[in-house]
């Protein structure tokens, strides 16, 4: 038995070197990847907060309470308080319609809930004011009845929902297509009524997802840029979010209040990266404990 | 519509009609106009509004630098996915969530942060100047905030599809007697090729767009660092409403034409898992 060991040992090791690469190929890999990542990530984010504490605390502290700057949190608040729920409500319509019934035209249906993520931001913001400009086309008739919506804050939200709109529904789309409608079907038979349906079987299966998708519409829903810029009109005080705000500052090269209010946006992008990273390790253990989808049952 | 009434499934009409209502005020109207306004400066005037030699400029800054930047994440980008999932190292957990970044920082925060770093005087722009190379306020300083910004769809695009290959496929080549190399080379990166090139043209369609990381590294100087997405702004600030429209519809149906092309890789690439 002894004699006939090694070969099956070498033949081992062989096939241990051939699926995996020499160490030096390793650590010159990592190397690379680290660097790359390093200076394309890191760099920049360490830099944000530097570049916010350059002048001291008490000048950070400064910037984030001038009366501009929490105009603008203000606003950004609001923008995101409207767009997000409403995007939500489509998101899960879209999702409910798309993937519990069958229905011709579903395959266009999908491509057109994802057409926004392929739009320019600017492009986004532009449409808003071909349509509601004072050149535009409904602008005249909006103007007439008092309604202003551009350069002001309805417009900041219309191309707010405009940018963020895919994304609930295209986070729920594949997750709700993979539970099928076999656990609908049995509740319904046993005379669930719709509502009691979603909230008992579809929303434990989904929250998740449901969840992410949240964060990541009001991570852009409070970021945007491109798009509010357009439409915003920059009026300070009034129409300001923000990210605008930080081009104002640094435009008028005050530096380091434009890094301040960067820094909030940073901590924020933060958060969203820390809830991505956490829901995703809920959906693995969710999906790896046996029973999974009873346990979440009451 | 026969089809339909088998589900005993509640909600159908009120979800599609919302669905679609919503779908049509928010997103469908809206991006109707284009097309509609642009029309109106007839074919002419949009062939002039869309080859004058400044817009023309931009459109080879923006699709240059953005062909550029897709290509160094697809070089960069396969190597960081490889990494992230092949190998175990200290802090791999952290690069994994940190690799999002960009599509969490707002776009304005990712664009004073790269001007501030590249700038002559800046952490990364001084080693460079000392080299004579100026990155801020040139086409390389676009190049660099498209990089940034394209980072995540290359590496999200293949991370799943390595880690969803069968490490047994790689055993047999392996103890057929092919070497390391010729198992990656003949065996692992033809499996990935459908979503690395998805990796790619998501990152390039999405940096043709590109407005708020660019805006302040480019320095903006008309037929030299000036994209394409200023322009149609600038238009708009001169109320030459057409004129920025023209420009846009041509950036739209570009984009959607690599949309488009995305959407047959996909198709292909399950092809190809299906066959396996």
């Given at each position: ?9 070498t ?19 990592t190397a690379?990847?680290?660097a ?17 504490l350059?002048?001291g605390?008490?000048?950070?502290a400064?910037?984030l ?16 308080a409207?767009a ?19 229905f ?6 999908v ?19 071909l ?8 602008g ?26 895919p ?12 539970e099928?409608?076999e ?6 038979v046993?005379?669930?009524s ?9 929303l ?6 449901l ?10 829903a ?15 005080g ?10 104002i500052l640094y ?48 | ?11 159908f009409r ?21 097309f509609w306004k ?8 949009l062939?002039?509004?869309v ?11 923006t ?22 999932v ?12 940190l ?13 004073i942060?790269l001007?501030t ?5 800046g952490?990364?722009?001084a080693p ?7 990155a ?16 995540p ?8 599809v ?12 392996a ?6 190399l010729?198992?990656v ?23 043709l767009g ?5 805006v ?5 100087m ?9 322009i ?22 570009a ?22």
């Amino acid at each position: 038995m002894a004699a006939a060991a090694p070969p099956v040992a070498t033949r081992t090791r062989h096939v241990a070197r051939a699926t995996s690469e020499p160490l030096l190929v390793k650590v010159v890999l990592t190397a690379t990847a680290l660097a790359f990542l390093a200076v394309f990530l890191l760099v920049p984010l360490a830099a944000v907060f530097v570049e916010a504490l350059a002048k001291g605390w008490a000048a950070y502290a400064a910037a984030l309470a001038e009366p501009m700057a929490l105009s603008a949190l203000e606003l950004t608040l609001v923008t995101a308080a409207v767009a997000v729920p409403l995007n939500l409500v489509f998101g899960i319509a879209a999702a409910w319609a798309v993937t519990k019934f069958e229905f011709p035209g579903k395959n266009v249906l999908v491509t057109l809930i994802d057409l926004p993520f392929g739009v320019s931001p600017v492009i986004s913001g532009m449409v808003f004011i071909l349509l509601f400009g004072r050149q535009g086309i409904l602008g005249p008739w909006t103007e007439a009845h008092g309604l202003k919506l551009v350069f002001s804050v309805p417009g900041l939200i219309l191309a707010t929902i405009f940018v963020t709109f895919p994304f609930v529904a295209r986070e729920l789309i594949p997750l709700m297509q993979a539970e099928g409608t076999e656990e609908e079907e049995a509740a319904r038979v046993l005379g669930a009524s719709g509502w009691q349906i979603f909230r008992r079987v579809t929303l434990p299966n989904i929250k998740w997802g449901l969840l992410y998708g949240v964060i990541l519409c009001n991570a852009r829903a409070m970021g945007e840029f491109g798009a509010v810029s357009v439409v915003s009109g920059h009026i300070r005080g009034r129409t300001n979010t923000l990210p605008l705000h930080v081009e104002i500052l640094y435009n008028e090269y005050n530096f380091q209040a434009a890094f301040a209010v960067a820094s909030l946006l940073t901590f924020l992008a933060l958060v969203t990266l820390a809830a991505k990273t956490l829901v995703e390790w809920r959906e693995a253990g969710s999906r790896s404990t046996p029973n999974g989808e009873n346990s979440d049952v009451d | 519509m026969s089809r339909r009434s088998h589900s005993v499934l509640p909600g159908f009409r009120l979800a599609l009609g919302f669905t679609l209502l919503y779908l049509l005020l928010v997103v469908l109207i809206p991006l109707s106009t284009l097309f509609w306004k642009s029309a109106s400066l007839g074919p002419a005037g949009l062939w002039a509004a869309v080859t004058a030699p400044r817009v023309v400029a931009s459109y080879e800054l923006t699709f240059g630098a953005s062909l550029v930047a897709a290509a160094i994440n697809g070089v960069f980008g396969l190597v960081v996915t490889w990494v992230l999932v092949r190998y175990r190292f200290p802090g791999r957990r952290l690069m994994d969530a940190l690799v999002d970044l960009p599509f969490a920082l707002p776009t304005a925060v990712a664009g004073i942060a790269l001007t501030t770093l590249y700038a002559p005087n800046g952490w990364l722009g001084a080693p460079l100047e000392r080299l004579g190379i100026k990155a801020a306020f040139t086409p390389l300083g676009v190049t660099l905030a498209l990089v940034f910004i394209g980072l995540p769809f290359v590496v999200r695009t293949l991370q799943p599809v390595l880690e969803s290959l069968d490490p047994e496929v790689e055993e047999a080549a392996a103890s057929l007697g092919a070497t390391r190399l010729q198992t990656v080379a003949r065996v692992v990166l033809p499996a990935l090729l459908p979503a690395w090139l998805t990796g790619v043209a998501l990152a390039f369609a999405r940096a043709l767009g590109e407005y708020g990381s660019v805006v302040f590294i480019a320095g903006n100087m008309p037929m030299k660092t000036e994209i394409t997405p200023l322009i149609i702004i600038t238009k708009l600030e001169q109320y030459d409403y057409a004129g920025a429209t023209a420009i846009a519809a041509v950036t739209l149906v570009a984009s959607f034409t690599i949309l488009l092309a995305i959407n047959r890789l996909q198709s292909w690439s399950a092809r190809l898992g299906m066959a396996e």
